[in-house]
């Protein structure tokens, strides 16, 4: 049987960590035919599963889950969700691409949201707002774009100068920022939970079956450790591991990122979070320090990227601790409670791969670092397509679609020297 690797995660998700232990799925044994098998139970996997199901309401579908549900990189990010965004700049042709990206995005997000309400799904969605922090002169630059463009569009917002910034998070280290009231926060690792387990009866979701082999004949044959299950139609809903099947190996990039959470903080210390009760703070660097505050005594740092493989644990936990302290210098007695990593696709041109790649077999991958709305939006849509319910032209016609990368050795090397120009360019905002 031919061995496929997928991220195996040593370290706990910290989302996962802060909840309780939930009834695990079963593993996928024995022969199986289904009409329609899905690989991956992140936000795409379960958003075709369920509209899959939808659409086709007597067909047999199963759901392989290479490790328990919220262990993927579903629940390893930071939990920002929104409907919208806003343009990075005020020019009439960024507003035109921003606003068919948001109706992508509400759509998404409405469906996610009819979601949680009908199957009472708690992860803490709450409309927080979001913090954009510059902590250097480029930074600032793009908080004034931003700013000219929320005031062109007529979006509610709130410039901050770095008191302004330190009275909302409680930090110095900022020089300005820009909040604005579209922006929600929510527990990442709740959110797939209640969605894998609320699949409908016609899905079935097998967790700790990653798929080892993969072939077409007449139909496709799905195998895994103790699994043979033959499908008429497969959706790839692995992200970066897509790879893994010999597909779009020249299109993607596998990312590693990494996010602590801290202790508990006692009552004095977390009074040091600012007088925002709930807020998430973007950097202005695509490669600076994310961070949000997690319920009322712990925060959330995220920061640092490495290519196609993990980094040394000691060095993560070293620069989350760095990253937190120079921003908070009096909390530099709180520790970490959990430190994690997690995998992304980046793709050159920063679109997605979408939609069939051989008969019966379709993808959705590329979420480059997005992926709570926008993998749920692209999967849905990935299932209307598969049944022919639409036309789907307007997907590629907003996101465009992955550009080929240039080959090895010369991907890594160009990767390499990118990132250390950009982590000198995003200086304070890493």
Same mark, same amino acid.
């Given at each position: %049987? &031919?061995?496929?690797?997928?991220?195996?995660?040593?370290?706990?998700?910290?989302?996962?960590?802060?909840?309780?232990?939930?009834?695990?799925?079963?593993?996928?044994?024995?022969?199986?035919?289904?009409?329609?098998? #899905?690989?991956?139970?992140?936000?795409?996997?379960?958003?075709?599963?369920?509209?899959?199901?939808?659409?086709?309401?007597?067909?047999?579908?199963?759901?392989?889950?290479?490790?328990?549900?919220?262990?993927?990189?579903?629940?390893?990010?930071? !939990?920002?969700?929104?409907?919208?965004?806003?343009?990075? +700049?005020?020019?009439?042709?960024?507003?035109?691409? +921003?606003?068919?990206?948001?109706?992508?995005?509400?759509?998404?997000?409405?469906? $996610?949201?009819?979601?949680?309400?009908?199957? !009472?799904?708690?992860?803490? $969605?709450?409309?927080?707002?979001?913090?954009?922090?510059? /902590?250097?002169?480029?930074?600032?630059? #793009?908080?004034?774009?931003?700013?000219?463009?929320?005031?062109?569009? !007529?979006?509610?917002?709130?410039?901050?100068?770095?008191?302004? %910034?330190?009275?909302?998070?409680?930090?110095?280290?900022?020089?300005?920022?820009?909040?604005?009231?579209?922006?929600?926060?929510?527990?990442?690792?709740? $959110?797939?939970?209640?969605?894998?387990?609320?699949?409908?009866?016609?899905?079935?979701?097998?967790?700790?079956?990653?798929?080892?082999?993969?072939?077409?004949? +007449?139909?496709?044959?799905?195998?895994?450790?103790?699994?043979?299950?033959?499908?008429?139609? #497969?959706?790839?809903?692995?992200?970066?591991?897509?790879?893994?099947?010999?597909?779009?190996?020249?299109?993607?990039?596998?990312?590693?990122?990494?996010?602590?959470?801290?202790?508990? %903080?006692?009552?004095?210390?977390?009074?040091?979070? @600012?007088?925002?009760?709930?807020?998430?703070?973007?950097?202005?660097?695509?490669?600076?320090? &994310?961070?949000?505050?997690?319920?009322?005594?712990?925060? %959330?740092?995220?920061?640092?990227?490495?290519?196609?493989?993990?980094?040394?644990?000691?060095?993560?936990?070293?620069?989350?601790?760095?990253?937190?302290?120079?921003?908070?210098?009096?909390?530099?007695?709180?520790?970490?409670?959990?430190?994690?990593? @997690?995998?992304?696709?980046?793709?050159?041109?920063?679109?997605?791969?979408?939609?069939? $790649?051989?008969?019966?077999?379709?993808?959705?991958?590329?979420?480059?670092?997005?992926?709570?709305?926008?993998? &749920?939006?692209? @999967?849905?849509?990935?299932?209307?397509?598969? +049944?022919?319910?639409?036309?789907?032209?307007?997907?590629? /016609?907003?996101?465009?679609?992955?550009?080929?990368?240039?080959?090895?050795?010369?991907?890594?090397?160009?990767?390499?020297?990118?990132?250390?120009?950009?982590?000198?360019?995003?200086?304070?905002?890493?």
């Amino acid at each position: %049987m &031919t061995r496929l690797a997928f991220p195996d995660y040593p370290d706990l998700c910290g989302w996962n960590a802060l909840l309780a232990k939930r009834a695990p799925k079963p593993r996928a044994e024995g022969a199986m035919a289904v009409k329609y098998a #899905v690989v991956g139970a992140g936000y795409t996997g379960v958003a075709a599963a369920r509209r899959l199901a939808e659409l086709d309401p007597h067909a047999e579908i199963v759901v392989l889950e290479a490790s328990d549900v919220g262990e993927g990189s579903a629940a390893r990010n930071s !939990g920002f969700a929104s409907p919208r965004d806003i343009p990075a +700049t005020a020019s009439e042709a960024e507003q035109r691409h +921003t606003a068919a990206l948001n109706r992508f995005g509400e759509e998404g997000f409405g469906w $996610l949201v009819g979601l949680m309400a009908e199957h !009472g799904i708690d992860c803490g $969605l709450e409309r927080t707002g979001r913090l954009k922090g510059a /902590a250097t002169a480029a930074g600032a630059r #793009v908080v004034e774009g931003l700013r000219a463009s929320a005031r062109d569009l !007529g979006v509610p917002h709130d410039y901050l100068d770095a008191a302004g %910034m330190e009275r909302r998070m409680g930090s110095r280290y900022y020089g300005c920022g820009l909040y604005t009231e579209e922006g929600h926060l929510l527990q990442p690792a709740a $959110l797939i939970r209640g969605l894998a387990d609320s699949l409908p009866p016609s899905v079935r979701l097998f967790e700790h079956s990653p798929v080892r082999a993969l072939r077409r004949d +007449t139909k496709w044959r799905l195998a895994t450790e103790d699994a043979s299950i033959t499908a008429e139609c #497969v959706v790839l809903a692995t992200n970066a591991a897509v790879k893994q099947f010999g597909y779009l190996r020249d299109r993607l990039v596998s990312i590693y990122t990494y996010a602590a959470i801290t202790e508990a %903080m006692a009552p004095q210390d977390a009074a040091q979070l @600012g007088g925002m009760a709930n807020w998430g703070l973007l950097p202005s660097h695509r490669l600076g320090t &994310t961070l949000r505050r997690v319920g009322p005594d712990r925060l %959330m740092v995220r920061s640092l990227y490495a290519y196609e493989q993990g980094l040394d644990a000691r060095r993560v936990q070293e620069t989350l601790r760095a990253c937190f302290h120079r921003r908070y210098p009096g909390l530099r007695h709180v520790g970490l409670d959990y430190v994690w990593g @997690g995998t992304t696709a980046l793709t050159m041109n920063g679109a997605p791969w979408w939609g069939k $790649l051989d008969d019966g077999l379709y993808a959705s991958a590329g979420c480059n670092g997005a992926g709570i709305v926008k993998g &749920t939006v692209l @999967g849905k849509r990935l299932a209307e397509h598969i +049944t022919g319910h639409g036309t789907h032209a307007d997907v590629g /016609a907003t996101y465009g679609s992955a550009s080929r990368l240039v080959p090895e050795p010369f991907r890594r090397i160009g990767f390499t020297i990118l990132s250390a120009i950009g982590r000198r360019k995003a200086g304070r905002e890493a």
